[in-house]
């Protein structure tokens, strides 16, 4: 055997080792999260059809209605970071997320009867409304539609309708690369770009990449685990689509009654601060908080975020018992 050949034997080897250990690292870290998903929620069986949620902690009820691209576990991780403790927080899987199926009619007032339907079941009269990013659509016809249920409204980075600039993916290739895949519903592309190029996918999510770079490991980390928590990508892939392609109409924001807290961030990539503005203006004695930087994960603002959310549900909590 010559050393030409005996070197590209060699190479060619290595290069099945370490294709094999790409694989093995991929499976092991798919099947994980496979198994938590598929453990960690419970299926209630409503007037509305079949809902998954999951739920933790006691207090003031609080329900977390996740954005695009989550699912229950989602919902119970933001209230973790951005409320805190002292809550019973029940936490949705929206339609067409993991285990919640998608019905003939998937629109954000059909989304918030099928949230009534789950409190319903749970035996729960009145809630703190929680609605991020995309979810904060249902969570706006929830306290539309059914206002007694409501105790309280806080839409963070939302998703929602904005007369003039309206909400949108970031438009950078990396951006359109990532929302390619993610339509393709490829969980081993997006586990692979998260190993290589972690800042694309970030992006994707709505956060300047330097402004995750400058902050704190702990915040740092928090990001990572957000990226980390979109897999299996595959399970969430139904419902990605229906929050990519929304019919966003001006509501009739006024008239709701619930008291409200509305966040963003200026720099949030999905432009979310239009939106925010515009329901705050229109809300009646709406809050609205904007943060200069931090994008559409609120970074380096987990504490504040936890702070104004925290007394404000407490107080709107107070004032719903009042007669």
């Known amino acids: 055997m010559s050393r030409t050949s005996l070197l590209l034997m060699v190479a060619s080897v290595a290069v099945v080792v370490a294709a094999a250990l790409v694989f093995r690292s991929y499976t092991d870290a798919i099947g994980r999260a496979r198994a938590v998903v598929s453990s960690g929620g419970r299926i209630a069986n409503t007037p509305a059809g079949m809902i998954e949620y999951a739920e933790n902690g006691v207090g003031i009820l609080l329900l977390s209605i996740h954005g695009a691209g989550g699912g229950y576990d989602q919902g119970l991780a933001i209230a973790a970071d951005l409320v805190g403790d002292g809550f019973r927080v029940i936490a949705p899987s929206r339609f067409g997320y993991l285990g919640t199926p ?87 592309a997006w586990w692979a770009t998260e190993k290589i190029a972690p800042s694309v996918l970030i992006r994707f999510l709505g956060v300047p990449p330097e402004i995750v770079a400058a902050a704190p490991k702990a915040e740092r980390a928090r990001v990572m685990q957000i990226v980390r928590r979109v897999q299996p990508l595959s399970r969430r892939f139904a419902g990605i689509n229906i929050d990519s392609k929304p019919d966003l109409q001006r509501l009739p924001l006024q008239e709701i009654v619930a008291p409200t807290l509305v966040i963003s961030a200026r720099d949030d990539l999905f432009n979310t601060l239009q939106a925010a503005e515009f329901a705050a203006s229109t809300i009646p004695n709406a809050r609205l908080v904007v943060f200069d930087t931090g994008g559409h994960l609120l970074v380096g603002h987990e504490q504040e975020v936890r702070a104004i959310m925290g007394e404000f549900v407490v107080k709107a909590s107070v004032k719903s018992m009042q007669p």
């Open 102 to 188: 998608i019905p003939e009619d998937a629109s954000p007032s059909a989304q918030a009867d099928a949230h009534v339907a789950l409190l319903g079941e749970l035996g729960v009269d009145k809630a703190v409304v929680v609605g991020i990013s995309a979810g904060a659509r249902s969570a706006i016809e929830l306290a539309l539609r059914h206002p007694r249920r409501v105790a309280a409204v806080i839409l963070i980075v939302p998703g929602t309708y904005a007369p003039a600039s309206p909400v949108a993916i970031e438009a950078s290739c990396g951006s359109q690369f990532a929302f390619w895949r993610v339509n393709a519903g490829a969980d081993f």
